[in-house]
């Protein structure tokens, strides 16, 4: 899982494949953001779920969050290629500060 | 719709020499603003933060400063590069209704 002093997670898998990454943070937060990042460019927003939320689904996407035990996931199902992109959980410090991100997840699909 | 730049794209620059990188943001007035560095293969680490013009905040100190002289404007700057300057700039822009941050295509630094 992201975050602490755990190094980027990287995992590979063949297509059609589910995947499913973690991601564990240190302080308070009633929203998580996913964003993905292809290689050489700036970060996409791919999911946010509010803490009213639990559990959230956009196309292939699910995202759930656990504010009890401060831990959130995101599952791609049926993997594709174009689905290999490093994947960053996000909290809040507040509104006007920003994000702080976890440590990422690479997630490599085969053929 | 709104629009977000960066320049340069990239840069090589040697060590010990300045360094300005911009951001500007189109169609959108009062966002706040977000500049991160993230070295390869690492995560984003947040550098400054601006909720108006003329107001910057610093998240993490790395030898860089930042500027918001416009509305539209976010200004990354040093006068003395390190070789540990080097990595990927992103810029970010955010308001009330898009809630997440959106981040620009980045600017590659390389300090040789």
């Known amino acids: 899982s992201q975050w602490g002093e755990e190094n980027l997670q990287a995992l590979s898998i063949q297509e059609g494949e589910d995947v499913t990454m973690n991601c564990s943070y240190k302080t308070y937060t009633t929203v998580v953001h996913w964003y993905r990042q292809d290689s050489g460019r700036g970060p996409a927003l791919i999911i946010l779920i509010r803490s009213n939320e639990r559990e959230k689904r956009s196309g292939r996407l699910r995202a759930t969050l656990d504010t009890s035990s401060q831990s959130s996931s995101l599952s791609i199902t049926a993997a594709q290629c174009e689905d290999t992109a490093v994947y960053f959980c996000?909290?809040?410090?507040?509104?006007?500060?920003?994000?702080?991100f976890g440590l990422g997840t690479r997630v490599s699909v085969f053929p | 719709a709104q629009t977000i730049h960066q320049w340069p794209v990239a840069e090589i620059k040697a060590v010990g020499s300045p360094l300005s990188l911009g951001c500007t943001i189109k169609?959108?007035?009062?966002?706040?603003l977000y500049w991160y560095w993230q070295a390869t293969g690492g995560t984003l680490q947040q550098l400054f933060y601006?909720?108006?013009?003329?107001?910057v905040e610093s998240v993490v100190q790395l030898n860089l400063s930042a500027s918001r002289p416009k509305d539209d404007q976010f200004i990354l700057s040093t006068e003395k590069l390190l070789l540990s300057h080097s990595g990927f700039y992103l810029c970010?822009?955010?308001?009330?209704?898009?809630?997440?941050?959106?981040f620009g295509e980045g600017t590659r630094l390389s300090v040789l």
């Open positions: 970010a822009w955010r308001d009330r209704v898009h809630q997440a941050p959106l």
């Open positions: 169609g959108k007035s009062s966002p706040n």
């Open positions: 601006s909720i108006t013009v003329g107001q």
């Open positions: 996000a909290t809040d410090r507040n509104y006007a500060q920003g994000l702080t």
